[in-house]
């Protein structure tokens, strides 16, 4: 799908996100910035889901990842894989990711993770099976976390998706057989 609405230039910035693309210089926030004020108040909480929550780095791409392949979302699945592959994932875990959490090689702890996301996104809630094996392991915030990773991440995918935002230069999308096309 071709972009809906493109990613604003350097010249069409409003002053109010210019330094938010200092911080955040890609497609989604050039995208986003044709709603300016909505992007400046969205911005802290995005950042603090990202960066801040309870949840170890690993599992929380993990989760990113699965909700990326379960939207559909190319340049949501580009960005967190790289990422990942920065934090230390192994190319085993991602390119596992897609087959979900029935595919071997998954110990219980990660299939819950996967598993919680696609209960999320297809039934808006997690079984209390899944629940009670990411709780036998996880604080209350982490859990807590997981949920507002998943729907943090769902509503980027929405609006990556809605909006047709192109995935950035040279980062690849959605392993073949997993995209929309």
């Keep these: 799908m071709p972009p809906r609405l493109p990613p604003l230039t350097d010249e069409e910035l409003p002053d109010s996100v210019r330094p938010i693309l200092e911080r955040w210089p890609y ?3 050039r995208t986003l910035a044709h709603a300016p004020d909505t992007l400046v108040a969205w911005l ?6 990202l960066l801040k929550n309870a949840m170890p780095a690993r599992e929380r791409e993990l989760a990113i990842l699965r909700v990326a392949v379960n939207a559909r979302c190319d340049y949501e699945w580009g960005l967190h894989a790289r990422l990942s592959r920065q934090l ?3 190319e085993d875990d991602i390119a596992r990711v897609p087959h979900g959490p029935d595919a071997a ?3 219980a702890d ?3 993770i996967l598993r919680a996301v696609d209960e999320m996104m297809a039934d808006s809630r997690v079984s209390d099976a899944t629940w009670a094996v990411l ?3 996880w604080s209350r915030q982490q859990l807590v976390d997981l949920l507002y990773v998943t729907g943090q991440f769902m509503t980027v995918a929405l609006l990556l998706n809605s909006l047709g935002v ?3 230069d040279g980062v690849p999308g959605l392993p073949a057989g997993f995209g929309r096309d």
């Design 166 to 168: 192109q995935p950035e």
């Design 105 to 107: 090689g998954w110990d």
């Design 135 to 137: 709780a036998a392991r």
């Design 44 to 49: 802290p909480w995005a950042e603090h889901v």
């Design 110 to 112: 990660d299939a819950a």
């Design 88 to 90: 230390g994932v192994a």
């Design 27 to 29: 497609r989604l926030h």
